[in-house]
T-cell receptor, first 113, second 112 residues
């Protein structure tokens, strides 16, 4: 299946800094999902986006569904040590009846206390 | 909250063994998925099921089979394990009509 381009691959930031990461695709998606995975654990859903231009927050996390439908962004404000992990984007092409997701390869976040 | 459990967190098997990985969900979701996750390759879909006894191949079904005899349970079977099947295996579920997938904690399988 098609891969999403997720960037950056990794980032090191100081505690308290804001973080931005993004995913881009050559094709249109109807849904964007953002997950976080801690070492040795399964991904946990953070934010789901369903329409172009949508901006959704979950605590210090904010994600946006790009207007072109080909990209999405995740921002983390005032990072803390427990934000460490790998963040994945996932996109879905079809409507509600289409179940398959396409995943980015992840952004590994390290937070320096 | 959605609860997805996987039978083992860590598993070590020998080449040629038959391996069963089991996933159980308690939210009455219709759709269940098996992925493997490898460094540099991301998550890849092996099989999915949208109903009891129904299955569809994903992107990398070779060397695997699945079984779904009950709605809450989806099993991944490695008929004859090989070293290139050493990986993290993740189960996910979603209800009919929904788009979000919910993952289990994963099984780290090592084949020696």
């Amino acid at each position: 299946g098609q891969q999403l381009n997720q960037s950056p691959q990794s980032m090191f930031i100081q505690e308290g800094e804001d973080v931005s990461m993004n995913c881009t695709s050559s094709s249109i998606f109807n849904t964007w999902l953002w997950y976080k995975q801690d070492p040795g654990e399964g991904p946990v859903l953070l934010i789901a986006l369903y329409k172009a231009g949508e901006l959704t927050s979950n605590g210090r996390l904010t994600a946006q569904f790009g207007i072109t439908r080909k990209d999405s962004f995740l921002n983390i404000s005032a990072s803390i040590p427990s934000d460490v992990g790998i963040y994945f984007c996932a996109g879905q092409f079809g409507g509600a009846g289409s179940y398959q997701l396409t995943f980015g390869k992840g952004t590994k976040l390290s937070v320096i206390p | 909250d959605v609860k997805v459990t996987q039978s083992s967190r860590y598993l070590v098997k020998r080449t040629g063994e038959k391996v069963f990985l089991e996933c159980v969900q308690d939210m009455d979701h219709e759709n269940m998925f098996w992925y493997r996750q490898d460094p540099g390759l991301g998550l890849r879909l092996i099989y999915f099921s949208y109903d009891v006894k129904m299955k569809e191949k994903g992107d990398i079904p070779e060397g695997y089979s699945v079984s779904r005899e009950k709605k809450e349970r989806f099993s991944l079977i490695l008929e004859s394990a090989s070293t290139n099947q050493t990986s993290m295996y993740l189960c996910a579920t979603t209800r009919q009509g929904a788009r979000e997938q919910y993952f289990g904690p994963g099984t780290r399988l090592t084949v020696t």
